[in-house]
């Protein structure tokens, strides 16, 4: 597993990168930001490396797409390879949340140029990932790829992010009850791998999440800090385990789905963590009619006979539809997918068809192959 040189989460946590940067011998660095995110922490971060720090500093702002969002796909790839200079640019700093993230550590991977993190809202747990989920030709697809060498979490910075974007970070920490299911599930009915340290890991941080869900929700210091540390955790987790199995599974690919579908229409995307969270719901109601209330979209899987009493008992650790919706109330986040613009037939469709976007067995696939 990759080991981080510095992980800082605290007030003022920006103002160690420039220190950081000259004992680490970096020189020619390029800041990655939107416009956004620039104005969050880049702009301020780029006049501290190029003022008394004298460190030599491009500006790459990734441009966003023909409906105004910043996307992770070839393009803004191309956008960032561009600005890199082979055997001059020693360091690259990923300055936004998961998007820009994506994008850099994959380039990263890619030139081998290393990169420091500078999260600028608590939206997401991949921070500390090493796959880069990304859009290629319109199909989301998760890439081999690097996490950064080191984490500056600015809580100045991140108790100011819009709450949309920190109701989001909750809601994929709130994805991970399905999730968990879903990998013990895999590993019992298919000899999927499986890790305990790492389930555990992940599992501590959901419940320190919907433990201070109120705090989270009022973006109090403490709140965010939780949050925040929580993202690094489950993140390393998915390091840990070298898949991202113990944050990922039906709830995350519906989310994809309902991204997929909304890049062929040409809509506006939804934040991630906002899908995954209305997703988690959606995948709690059909899992526990499956199990429990024997209802299901076609047969009844032969596992769910076979392993009736494991697969009961690890499902009654997952919180209900409506509690996972009360939840995601209580951190001031979308609870329903019609807030997300999610009709009656794409829901179906996506229930149906969504354990397809990646090759895992899931209980959404058992069913829907049963």
């Given at each position: 597993m990759a080991q981080f040189e510095e992980i800082v989460l605290e007030s003022g946590a920006l103002q160690q990168v420039a220190p950081y940067l000259k004992k680490r011998g970096c020189q020619h660095l390029i800041i990655v930001a939107d416009k956004?995110?620039?104005?969050?922490a880049g702009r301020s971060l780029e006049q501290s490396l190029l003022g008394e720090n004298e460190l030599n500093v491009e500006?790459?702002?990734?441009?966003?797409?023909?409906?105004?969002?910043v996307v992770a796909d070839e393009i803004s790839l191309v956008q960032l390879m561009i600005e890199v200079k082979p055997g001059i640019t020693d360091g690259l700093i990923a300055v936004g949340s998961g998007t820009i993230?994506?994008?850099v550590r994959f380039v990263s991977h890619k030139t081998g140029?290393?990169?420091?993190?500078?999260?600028?809202a608590t939206s997401v747990d991949g921070f500390t990932s090493a796959g880069a989920p990304l859009i290629v030709r319109g199909v989301k697809k998760t890439f081999p790829a690097v996490p950064p060498v080191a984490i500056f979490a600015?809580?100045?910075?991140?108790?100011?992010?819009?709450?949309?974007?920190?109701?989001?970070?909750f809601g994929d920490m709130l994805g991970k009850y399905t999730a968990l299911f879903d990998w013990k599930f895999s590993h019992l009915t298919a000899g999927e791998p499986y890790n305990e340290q790492a389930a555990i890991i992940t599992e501590?941080?959901?419940?320190?999440?919907?433990?201070?869900?109120h705090e989270i929700g009022k973006r109090s210091e403490q709140g965010i800090r939780i949050l925040m540390t929580a993202l690094i955790e489950s993140g390393i987790a998915m390091l840990l385990f070298g898949q991202s199995h113990p944050a990922s599974a039906a709830e995350h690919h519906v989310s994809h789905y309902w991204e997929m579908e909304?890049?062929?229409?040409?809509?506006?995307?939804?934040?991630?963590?906002?899908?995954?969270?209305?997703?988690?719901?959606?995948?709690?109601r059909v899992y526990h009619d499956?199990?429990?209330?024997?209802?299901?979209?076609?047969?009844?899987?032969?596992?769910?006979?076979?392993?009736?009493?494991?697969?009961?008992?690890?499902?009654?650790?997952?919180?209900?539809?409506s509690l996972i919706r009360e939840l995601l109330r209580q951190a001031g986040g979308p609870t329903d997918r019609r807030e997300l613009g999610i009709d009656d037939e794409l829901l179906e469709r996506s229930l149906a068809e969504a354990h397809k976007v990646r090759d895992r067995r899931t209980l959404l696939r058992a069913l829907n192959e049963a």
């Amino acid at each position: 597993m990759a080991q981080f040189e510095e992980i800082v989460l605290e007030s003022g946590a920006l103002q160690q990168v420039a220190p950081y940067l000259k004992k680490r011998g970096c020189q020619h660095l390029i800041i990655v930001a939107d416009k956004n995110t620039y104005e969050a922490a880049g702009r301020s971060l780029e006049q501290s490396l190029l003022g008394e720090n004298e460190l030599n500093v491009e500006l790459c702002l990734i441009n966003p797409n023909e409906t105004g969002d910043v996307v992770a796909d070839e393009i803004s790839l191309v956008q960032l390879m561009i600005e890199v200079k082979p055997g001059i640019t020693d360091g690259l700093i990923a300055v936004g949340s998961g998007t820009i993230h994506d994008i850099v550590r994959f380039v990263s991977h890619k030139t081998g140029i290393p990169f420091i993190s500078i999260p600028t809202a608590t939206s997401v747990d991949g921070f500390t990932s090493a796959g880069a989920p990304l859009i290629v030709r319109g199909v989301k697809k998760t890439f081999p790829a690097v996490p950064p060498v080191a984490i500056f979490a600015d809580l100045d910075i991140l108790t100011k992010a819009p709450q949309p974007l920190v109701a989001a970070g909750f809601g994929d920490m709130l994805g991970k009850y399905t999730a968990l299911f879903d990998w013990k599930f895999s590993h019992l009915t298919a000899g999927e791998p499986y890790n305990e340290q790492a389930a555990i890991i992940t599992e501590r941080a959901l419940i320190s999440c919907v433990e201070h869900a109120h705090e989270i929700g009022k973006r109090s210091e403490q709140g965010i800090r939780i949050l925040m540390t929580a993202l690094i955790e489950s993140g390393i987790a998915m390091l840990l385990f070298g898949q991202s199995h113990p944050a990922s599974a039906a709830e995350h690919h519906v989310s994809h789905y309902w991204e997929m579908e909304y890049l062929r229409r040409g809509n506006r995307a939804l934040l991630h963590g906002a899908k995954v969270g209305v997703a988690c719901a959606e995948i709690s109601r059909v899992y526990h009619d499956a199990v429990e209330r024997g209802v299901f979209p076609g047969q009844e899987p032969s596992v769910l006979r076979e392993f009736e009493g494991q697969i009961t008992a690890w499902l009654a650790e997952v919180p209900s539809e409506s509690l996972i919706r009360e939840l995601l109330r209580q951190a001031g986040g979308p609870t329903d997918r019609r807030e997300l613009g999610i009709d009656d037939e794409l829901l179906e469709r996506s229930l149906a068809e969504a354990h397809k976007v990646r090759d895992r067995r899931t209980l959404l696939r058992a069913l829907n192959e049963a």
